[in-house]
């Protein structure tokens, strides 16, 4: 069973800076796609950033320009960049695998951006 585990939230102050990062089990991350969603209180879970297995990349429009995914396939790890913090940004972060069978994620780690 494939397992993604998110690290790396916390409080950070508006305008700052946090680095996501998602580790994974077993042997299909390098041919697998990833991205990253996030879910605040009360709202419905959303799209931030995808990274195909390729490197191509996309990113929601509210997070265009501040946030960089990027992949390490030798440590089965993808990244997510986070500059320019806003509170806006505050929510729950998760980690997603993607293939064509079937999709992962992981359990979550909170960002919360606060003066």
């Known amino acids: 069973q494939v397992q993604l585990v998110e690290s790396g939230g916390g409080l950070v102050q508006p305008g700052g800076s946090l680095r996501l990062s998602c580790a994974a089990s077993g042997s299909i991350f390098s041919m697998s796609a990833m991205a990253w969603y996030r879910q605040a209180a009360g709202k419905q879970r959303e799209w931030v950033a995808q990274?195909?297995?390729?490197?191509?990349?996309g990113y929601a429009g509210s997070v265009k320009g501040r946030f960089t995914i990027s992949r390490d396939n030798a440590k089965n790890t993808v990244y997510l960049q986070m500059n320019s913090l806003k509170p806006e940004d505050t929510a729950v972060y998760y980690c997603?695998?993607?293939?064509?069978?079937?999709?992962?994620w992981g359990q979550g780690t909170q960002v919360t951006v606060s003066s």
């Open positions: 990274i195909s297995s390729a490197g191509s990349t």
């Open positions: 997603k695998l993607i293939t064509q069978t079937w999709n992962v």
